[in-house]
């Protein structure tokens, strides 16, 4: 007979992936062992192996979640979007606000989703990466949509991996509660697509 799940099953599995992603990012995926992940989770190996078969599962569970909730994001601002009536530039700024939101609590596991979508296994690290490809050519179909005088066939995806590298790499250098804030950040991205860095100058006259 199946063995009966805790009515907190997955609430402690949650527990456990937020500790898992935290250790992988303070030590590396390789350098962490089951008992390593059981001491940070503060319970034993053998309670651990309850919730999860192995180390690998652990990461896959933790990579299958974020990358479903980063396109979660993505369809939740296209729905939200179109409820309230917004036009595509306003719905790319609401995008990106949307991810940075997310990038901030979730620096851990962004970090995971960087550096250890390498050690799945073939089949697991290729649906991950799918899922990573789809959350990315969404991404690029918005800002197509927002700037079409500007994104182009020929360098969309150039300026897809621009933007994504702007707000990609924040949990090396912007930090939670810090002098500049995620929300603040967004609106300076926002800004820089709008106008860029340079005033533009008026045409002259004639």
Request: glycine fraction near 4%; charge should be neutral; aromatic fraction near 10%.
């Amino acid at each position: 007979m199946a063995r009966t799940k805790a009515p907190d099953f997955e609430a402690q599995r949650e527990q456990i992936l937020d500790l898992a992603a935290a250790a992988f990012a303070a030590t590396s995926y390789p350098s962490t062992s089951m008992a390593d992940l059981a001491a940070a989770c503060g319970t034993s190996k053998a309670r651990l192996y309850h919730y999860y078969e192995s180390k690998e599962a652990i990461l896959f569970d933790l990579l299958d979640r974020y990358t479903r909730q980063l396109m979660l994001i993505v369809t939740g601002v296209e729905a939200e979007s179109e409820r309230r009536g917004l036009d595509n530039r306003e719905t790319f700024g609401h995008l990106l606000r949307a991810f940075l939101a997310e990038y901030e609590t979730s620096q851990t596991r962004h970090i995971a989703l960087i550096n250890d979508v390498k050690f799945l296994a073939e089949e697991q690290r290729d649906q991950i990466l799918k899922r990573e490809r789809d959350v990315v050519a969404a991404f690029s179909r918005l800002l197509r949509l927002a700037y079409p005088d500007r994104v182009t066939r020929d360098n969309q995806t150039a300026l897809t991996m621009t933007v994504f590298g702007m707000i990609n790499w924040t949990f090396t250098w912007l930090k939670p509660g810090g002098k500049l804030s995620y929300a603040e950040f967004a609106e300076m991205v926002i800004e820089l697509l709008e106008g860029g860095l340079t005033p533009r100058m008026p045409r002259a006259a004639g």
